[in-house]
């Protein structure tokens, strides 16, 4: 029975479903090699690092600006209205260095910070925000009308310990 072998097929069978597990592994082997080399070159991780980037661009941008930046975009004039209390024009503008001592701004209600300032007088104090001081700029960076710088000192200074009276009202005066 051994020495029976089909002569049509001596070594066909054997060799056809060995080229056949060939033909099949490698159906599946070529096109995933491929999938994996196209994956890896336009892949996430390439696209990954560039978000990185931009997000790293970014974040260097936010740490660069300007302190004053939002102050400056909220000084808007009051629109030739009533003039702003003395405390809307400090949390409007002031309060943006002066709330957190920002750039060595003396801080809102620091006694210690403001009783040598007061002891320099309102018309220095007030010359000192119209024109600005050191790191201030010049009306905090933005107000437009003296009355309002002069209510929001008094406004600051007076948090601060100061007794100055609120300055007379450009509108009363006229
Ligand atoms: C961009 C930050 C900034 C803003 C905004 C700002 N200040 Fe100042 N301010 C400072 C700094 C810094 C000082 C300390 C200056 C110094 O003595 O070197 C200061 C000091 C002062 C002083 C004391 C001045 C003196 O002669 O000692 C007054 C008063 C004052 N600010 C009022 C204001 C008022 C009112 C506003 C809003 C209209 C304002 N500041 C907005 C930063 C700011």
């Not at 491929?34 to 560039?50: C, E, S, T």
């Amino acid at each position: 029975m051994s020495d029976h072998a089909d002569p049509t097929a001596p070594e066909g069978p054997a060799k056809t479903p060995r080229s056949m597990t060939q033909t099949v592994v490698l159906a599946f082997l070529v096109p995933l090699t491929l999938l994996l080399l196209v994956a890896g070159y336009f892949g996430a991780q390439p696209r990954m690092d560039a978000a990185g980037d931009a997000f790293e661009e970014q974040a260097i941008a936010l740490r660069l600006q300007p302190v004053g930046r939002v102050a400056l975009a909220d000084a808007a004039p009051a629109g030739g209205g009533e003039p702003r209390s003395g405390e809307q024009v400090y949390q409007a503008v002031c309060s943006a260095c002066h709330a957190a001592g920002t750039l060595g701004a003396p801080k809102f209600g620091d006694k210690a910070a403001w009783a040598p300032r007061i002891a320099l007088g309102y018309d220095t104090l007030l010359n000192s925000a119209l024109k600005g001081k050191n790191a201030m700029p010049a009306q905090g960076g933005g107000v437009t009308s003296d009355e309002e710088i002069g209510r929001a000192v008094v406004y600051l200074a007076n948090a601060g310990g100061g007794k100055f009276a609120e300055p007379p009202s450009a509108a009363a005066a006229n």
